[in-house]
Nanobody, 126 residues
């Protein structure tokens, strides 16, 4: 059974950094695009970053562009989200997801992802 497990969340002060990891097991996701989503209380789940199966194409939400970096290491079946210059508004539960859609390098739509992790909490204090 395919499984995604996030780690690396925690409490950090504004301006600090965190690196989230998403370890995949049960199958290979080398042909899947991968995404990082976040959901804050009372808000919809939003895609903050996505990466194509080859790693050559990426997407970033405007709110994180220049601060977050998504990467993947298919040899380790792991996707990362490096988060720098964190702000209190980055506080949310962060989810890793894997998806596949013919003709798409990546997607920012939750319904176009087939597998989800359980989430990891990121809290940024001011």
């Amino acid at each position: 059974q395919a499984q995604l497990v996030e780690s690396g969340g925690g409490l950090v002060q504004a301006g600090g950094s965190l690196r989230l990891s998403c370890a995949a097991s049960g199958r290979t996701f080398s042909r899947y695009y991968m995404g990082w989503f976040r959901q804050a209380p009372g808000k919809e789940r939003e895609c903050v970053a996505a990466i194509s199966w080859s790693g050559s194409s990426t997407y970033y939400a405007d709110s994180v562009k220049g601060r977050f970096t998504i990467s993947r290491d298919d040899a380790k079946n792991t996707v990362y989200l490096q988060m720098n210059s964190l702000k209190p508004e980055d506080t949310a539960v962060y989810y890793c997801a894997a998806g596949y859609k013919s003709g798409s390098d990546w997607s920012r739509e939750p319904h176009e992802y087939r597998h989800w992790g359980q989430g990891t909490q990121v809290t940024v204090s001011s």
